[in-house]
């Protein structure tokens, strides 16, 4: 009977039998349903990519607010860039760098100069030929505050970009041996003259071209038929990202078929999907993590002994326990975690003290509510977060007061304008490109408004260090200030819980959620 329904199940994924009459076939040998779906699943991974077909997802994070502009991109924004978008490198599923646009990247000895030769005959979706002039647009547009670019951080280390023939020369300000890692930003995909003309256009050389734009109901986008590595990516004929901002909605939408794939999966529902026919969870765990932001030149956060107290205030182990459900680990109140390499392992973790929370707090002189603001899409189970902390916060006699902010508008209106908020951050290729992105004085995702010279001293120098000794103690210290100073409260780092429909292939669980955000250039639609 196996083999029979091993080869009837190659038969469908070939396209020579219909998915009702294998089912059919199984009932009548006595098979279940939910063994028979599985073995089609089975098949066509082994069979490989499918073409055809529109593959829908239903995600979080998007608002009326988005943009295409790569510099500006929000959450759901950034995610559809990697359907129309194409980067110089990206990050493999094993840690290390996937050539994309750049076909070579050297350095000199001292890794002060870059050069990057970029692949011939990519075509981008208006037609025209990338160029070594496109990329030095695009990373001098992103090297330009006026911009307001998100990768501002990681570009103040360079110091020229040229163009040479078919290759890019950077010359940066320092050694930097991580430096092709910088250019894995989802920021940084390579547009028609940098982007400068149209930076909302969505135009790049990417396996979809993009067809629909509306910002905060969804993203469309059809195959791109000249896409230069067609045989690896963009196998559906069009792709369609829909915001679903609302938990329970998400999932209803891929019970029903509605969608192949969701994100930010709350793990308290975590056994009640992997208990739905025809689906699955995927959980990985990676860099990143949910936090607390305070900004640190706004009263009354811009006391430390009232940062310190909302710190020593925080229950992380119920944290983990109750919102997380064991997905994911502790946070120390800074943005490395065992992910990346020389990581600080040494460094005491912090741990709810209630009497000391007290006493920092008494010696802050702060007196009064603390407003807090948190919303669902600030990240799965935030507002019960920003509740079991209101709580261990009244055991320390901090009275926190909890505003709940609507999603749509939240990453605009709320993020980086209110000094007190929930936010996630799904972590970097490297601790310098997490540091540079987030808490250098200058970048301009500095969300806690940490300015702090001794820190950004110690920021540069690693850059340019290349004894690894060195280079961890470097970022020990680091990890200390920024731990002991900063406005960054971190209780865990999470688990990317992805669910997919059992008619989704390719799905390879690394790094972030929606493998990485490639999970719709890479899948197949199974028949």
């Known amino acids: 009977m196996s083999q029979e329904l091993d080869y009837l199940s190659l038969r469908v994924v070939a396209g020579r039998l219909s998915r009702r009459e294998f089912l059919g076939r199984a009932t009548a040998l006595g098979v279940s349903a939910t063994f028979a779906n599985s073995l089609l699943t089975s098949a066509a991974r082994a069979e490989g990519p499918v073409r055809g077909g529109i593959l829908k997802a239903g995600l979080a994070g998007g608002a009326a607010t988005d943009t295409l502009d790569t ?16 980067l110089l490198v990206t990050l493999s599923p094993n840690g290390g760098l996937e050539n994309r646009l750049a076909a070579e990247i050297n350095s000199s000895k001292d890794a002060k100069t870059w050069t990057m030769k970029i692949r011939k005959g990519v075509e981008f979706h208006n037609g025209k030929t990338v160029t070594a002039e496109d990329v030095v647009a695009t990373l001098g547009r992103h090297s330009d505050a006026k911009s307001k670019s998100g990768a501002l951080g990681l570009m103040k280390s360079i110091d020229t970009i040229k163009a040479n023939n078919d290759e890019v020369v950077v010359t940066l300000k320092d050694g930097n041996a991580d430096f092709p890692y910088l250019m894995t930003d989802y ?27 509306e910002p905060g109901v969804r993203y469309g986008g059809e195959r791109f038929a000249n896409f230069w590595q067609s045989d690896k990516r963009g196998f559906a004929d069009q792709v369609e990202l829909l915001t679903i901002n609302d938990n329970t909605a998400r999932v209803s939408a891929l019970q029903a078929g509605q969608v192949h794939m969701i994100n930010h999966v ?42 310190m107290a909302l710190k020593l205030a925080m229950d992380r182990e119920e944290m983990v326990d109750k919102i997380l459900r064991g997905y994911g680990t502790i946070g ?5 975690n065992a992910t990346y390499p020389l990581f600080p392992d040494d460094i005491e973790q912090r741990t709810f003290d209630p009497d000391k929370a007290k006493f920092h707090y008494q010696k802050s002189g702060h007196s009064g509510p603390i407003l807090l603001r948190t919303s669902d899409v600030a990240f799965p189970g935030a507002v019960d977060a920003a509740q079991l902390y209101q709580q261990s916060c009244a055991k320390a006699g901090i009275a926190l007061e909890i505003k ?7 990453w605009n209106e709320v993020w980086q304008k209110q000094p007190f908020c929930n936010t996630y951050w ?17 970048a301009e995702w500095n969300d806690t408004h940490f300015f702090n010279e001794k820190f950004d001293k110690l920021l540069i120098e690693a850059l340019a260090e290349f004894d690894e000794d060195k280079r961890k103690s470097l970022y020990r210290e680091m990890a200390i200030i920024l731990r002991n100073e900063g406005g960054l409260i971190v209780p865990m780092f999470n688990q990317e819980i992805d669910a997919i429909s059992d008619k989704l292939g390719g799905y390879v669980a690394f790094r972030n959620t929606l493998m990485n955000g490639e999970a719709f250039s890479k899948c197949w639609l199974i028949p």
């Open 71 to 86: 510099a500006t991109f929000s959450t759901l924004s950034a995610t559809f860039g990697n359907c129309w978008g194409e």
């Open 187 to 213: 920021h940084l995909i390579i547009q028609p003259n940098g982007g400068k003309d149209n930076p909302g256009a969505g135009i790049s050389a990417g396996p979809y071209k993009m067809t629909v734009n």
């Open 266 to 307: 709350e793990p308290r529902i975590v056994d009640l999907i992997k208990r739905m026919p025809n689906l699955r969870v995927e959980a990985v765990s990676g860099p990143a993590y949910y936090c607390f932001n305070m900004f640190c030149d706004t009263p009354p956060f811009d006391s430390n002994d009232l940062r």
């Open 426 to 442: 799904s972590g970097r290729a490297t601790q310098d490109q997490m540091y540079s992105t987030a808490y250098l004085s200058t």
């Open 332 to 336: 120390n109140d800074f943005p490395i």
């Open 404 to 410: 709940r902010e609507p999603s749509d508008g939240y």
